[in-house]
C-alpha cells in the first residue's frame, strides 16, 4: 500500500518544514521489520513483553516509520520520531496497514474464506472408564 499523508504538525527535516510524506508498505525489508521490532523495545525501556505483531501499535508506528522512509532516504527514524497528535497516529495506522492485504488481493489460496462453510458434526469424547449407552 502506498500513498501520501498530510501533517498537522509540520516536521523539520534537514532543515526543511515537511508537511506530507509519501510512503510504500510494499517496500519494507526484512531489515527494516527487525529494526522496527528493535526499535519498539527499545522504546519500552527494558519492559519484557510478548506481543501478536498485528495488535502492536510500537512495532505499527516503527513500521509505518520505515514506510516513509523506503521512499525518502533523506529522512531518519528520529525525524519521523518526532511526529506529534494525529500525525503520530497516521504513521502508526500505515504500519498497521502492513499486516492487512490490500482488498483487491483478497486472502490467500487456502485461507477461511476459501472454506466450503461446512462445520464437522461435534465429537464427543469419553474416558476409557465410562460406558456408551444405546
Known sequence: MNGTIKLAN??????????????????????????ADRRKAAAGRGAVSVSVAEM?????????????????????????????????????????????PPAEEGLPDGSLEDQSGITPEPTLFHSSGSKESD
Open 10 to 35: 509540520p516536521i523539520k527535516i534537514n532543515g526543511a518544514e515537511t508537511l506530507e510524506l509519501s510512503y510504500d508498505t510494499n517496500e519494507i525489508t526484512g531489515a527494516h521489520f527487525c529494526e
Open 56 to 100: 502492536d501499535a510500537s512495532l505499527h508506528f516503527y513500521l509505518g516509520v520505515y514506510a516513509v522512509i523506503a521512499l525518502n532516504s533523506h529522512i531518519d527514524v528520529t525525524d519521523l520520531e518526532r511526529a506529534r497528535g494525529y500525525d503520530a497516529a497516521q504513521i502508526m495506522r500505515i504500519g498497521r496497514d502492513f499486516f492487512t
